[in-house]
């Protein structure tokens, strides 16, 4: 019943990419940095029988129903509740130094924006929580309370894309002021009250970029995947596989930011050969992005915005 809340997305293809990497390892350990409901652990596991996976989440309800769904394979997965920037230490924690693969599968899952009460969905009425780990950090409801106007406007411009960034900080600001802000459904009034009706006929519902913009500042999400990337960057062994799935373009950014970093040569422009010891250490497996198929996408909303990238270590 709880597995059925949530369609692992391109699913077979990132088995296939991490694939090669557990294949060529005879004790194959896979870190699944979002674990979720587990949908992408489970069938790892299953393909796998001597596959080990570490897998993290900062939501303590994604842990208690993926614990569930993969009771059967317990013996084999180590849950931690952590957020994914603190990767490095995981793996310290657990005597591990290196890892034949890591997944990550970011943002929300299904089952947050399902249950109405987490605050994520515009079109249901909730409190305004929208944390993923809602047993630490400031809620969106903390926020809206207490940043100056030059600060939501930044969070909403840069994080949601908004261009009626200064309307709806304006009017966010009165509506606190005047004690009515107190629910998404006030939220996205709101925000449909500061936006042109000419500008709200066209992209969808207008709270889409504001929420959004809230729920990565709520979470940090840029920052700690800023920070995060390289941290996995580095703990894949030669041989070993780093796939990360992006659904809007400020995390595809980084991850394209960072994997291009390092799958660079730090020989001259212009060369026909690498200098010695300048040649990359990494090689995109992927070249560019890729994006989910037709099909999956007419049975799975949520793959239409996903942009999959794909790193493989070739030296130390
Ligand atoms: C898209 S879902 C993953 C779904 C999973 N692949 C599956 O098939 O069930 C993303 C999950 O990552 C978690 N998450 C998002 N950002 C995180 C972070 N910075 N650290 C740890 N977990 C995070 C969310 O709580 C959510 O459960």
Known sequence: MQEALHIPVALDRCIALLSPAIESS??????????GLGGHTKALLSKYPNLKIIALDRDLKAIEI????????????????????????VLENLGISQV??????????SMQLDQADRGFAYSQDAPLDMRMDQSSGPSAQDILNTY??????????????????????DNIIKAREAGSLNSTK???????????????????????RTFQALRIEVNQELSVLERAIPQ?????RV???????????LEDKIVKKAFTQVTETNSPLGLP?????????????????EGASDLEIETNARAQSMRLRALERVAA
């Open 26 to 35: 005879t004790n194959p350990v896979i870190v699944d940095a979002t674990l």
């Open 66 to 89: 993926a614990t569930t769904n993969l009771s059967n394979l317990s013996d084999r997965v180590v849950i931690v509740h952590a957020v994914y920037d603190e990767l490095a230490t």
């Open 239 to 249: 041989g070993g596989r780093l796939v990360v799935m992006s659904y809007q373009s």
């Open 186 to 208: 006030d939220l996205a009034e709101i925000v449909k009250a500061s936006i042109p009706a000419p500008a709200r006929r066209t992209g969808g519902n207008p709270a889409k």
């Open 273 to 289: 050969f690498d200098l010695p010891n300048s040649a990359a250490s990494y090689k995109l497996v992927i070249n560019g992005s």
């Open 100 to 109: 034949d693969g890591i997944l990550f599968d970011l943002g929300v899952s």
């Open 232 to 236: 996995a960057i580095k703990a894949i």
């Open 148 to 169: 100056s106007y030059g600060d939501l406007v930044r969070v909403i411009r840069n994080f949601g894309e908004e261009k009626f960034a200064t309307k709806i900080a």
